[in-house]
């Protein structure tokens, strides 16, 4: 029990203080869950950081929940994922409800369509960060630029994208492999 | 509401790869959520505001505007499903998933076209904001939003080059916008 209110108070501190994107909650973890309580070893957190990169779904609740098992089973893994996601859901659903009220006229339209604008440099520069992660050979610009034109054009849909870039990723190292033996 | 929760089972399944790529799979399905491009560039904007992983501000987020609170909760727990599903069966299994190549092999190919799907976005967003067109082959070239334009490029710049806290770029952004009300 107290292993689990320990557990939910690491996730939610850790949850409520990153900012864009999941993956900024781990120095937060490993200070709070490695060092301070010793619960999990550093390797072991690592290593379901990378696992849970390699899953569909939320990265930083799957790690969560990997992390909450290990330590205390299945009640530990569902009080570390809520405690990953309850401040975004808390404080997303009273932004949101704010940003209902707001009335899209006059001035606020002139702010948000400053904000709007951000946004989408803020897009531009996600974009290229990953490009630079991820596009290593010819395949992977390849790729990326038949998604980019398939999307901007319209042609075909975002899931049905990602299908055809995982069979993609399949086959070029399925034939890379057969070269090298 | 039951769409929306199927949409982001769906979303949930197939965000592989980090929130970026989730994020394209909702602007994919943004028509049927009733969200506008404008309405998506603030979703955006409030995923760099508001603490927390992208896929779960975004859930939030569609399903506060289309269906209010209950529905946002609907939708953030349907995404949350793979989650809850892949734990629990890796654990028990044990499996040395990374043994194998074929997944790290299918996740280069997904994590490239997810740099191609949020370029194609980014771009979409700019002739939506600078030109007011939604389709590229619509583009008139006509009325052009310089200062938005002006926005974007500045902001995508400052965050690469100089690596400017986004909360801060939003508002900075906001205020020349609010400033340009009154020129």
């Known amino acids: 029990m107290q ?10 501190l850790a949850g409520t203080f990153t900012f864009s994107g999941g993956m900024a909650m781990l120095p937060v973890i490993e200070r709070e869950l490695c060092q301070k309580s010793q619960l999990i ?22 790690n969560a929940c990997f992390v909450g098992k290990k330590i205390n089973g299945t009640s530990g893994m569902l009080v570390a994922g809520l405690g990953a996601i309850l401040p975004a859901f808390v404080l997303m659903s009273a932004a949101t409800m704010l940003y209902q009220q707001l009335p899209q006229t006059g001035v606020i339209l002139s702010v948000l369509t400053g904000i709007r604008a951000a946004s989408a440099g803020l897009l531009f520069s996600a974009a290229y960060t990953l490009a630079r992660y991820n596009l290593r050979d010819f395949w992977s610009i390849f790729l990326a630029l038949a998604c980019f034109g398939l999307t ?3 042609l075909l849909s975002a899931p049905t994208l990602i299908i055809i870039a995982a069979v993609v990723g399949l086959l070029v190292n399925w034939s890379q492999r057969k070269e090298f033996h | 509401m039951l769409a ?3 949409a982001f089972l769906k979303i949930g399944f197939l965000g592989f790869g980090g929130g970026y790529a989730m994020l394209s799979l909702i602007f994919a399905e943004a028509e049927r959520f009733g969200l506008t491009v404008q309405q998506f560039a603030d979703l955006n904007a409030l995923d760099g505001i508001i603490p927390g992983p992208i896929a779960i501000n975004s859930a939030t987020y569609v399903g506060q505007l289309s269906g209010g609170l209950g529905t946002a909760l609907a939708a953030t727990l349907a995404v949350c499903v793979p989650s809850l599903i892949i ?50 082959t619509r583009w008139s070239g006509k009325s052009a939003d310089w200062l938005s334009l ?13 690596q400017i806290n986004p909360l801060l770029l939003i508002l900075m952004a906001g205020l ?8």
Do not use: C
């Open chain 1, 3 to 12: 292993t689990n209110w320990r557990l939910f108070k690491v996730y939610l």
């Open chain 1, 41 to 62: 070893s550093k390797d072991d957190l690592y290593e379901y950081t990378t696992l849970a990169q390699t899953f569909p779904g939320v990265i930083a609740l799957t």
């Open chain 1, 152 to 154: 901007l054009f319209n």
């Open chain 2, 4 to 6: 929306i929760i199927v």
């Open chain 2, 87 to 136: 734990v629990p069966l890796y654990t028990h299994f044990e499996t040395k998933l990374n043994d194998h190549w074929q997944v790290p092999a299918m996740l280069n190919g997904i994590k490239a076209a997810a740099v191609g799907l949020i370029m194609a976005i980014a771009a979409l967003l700019l002739l939506t904001l600078v030109f007011q067109v939604t389709d590229i």
């Open chain 2, 150 to 162: 002006l926005i974007i490029l500045f902001v995508a710049i400052a965050d690469l080059r100089w």
């Open chain 2, 176 to 183: 020349l916008g609010g400033l340009s009300y009154y020129l």
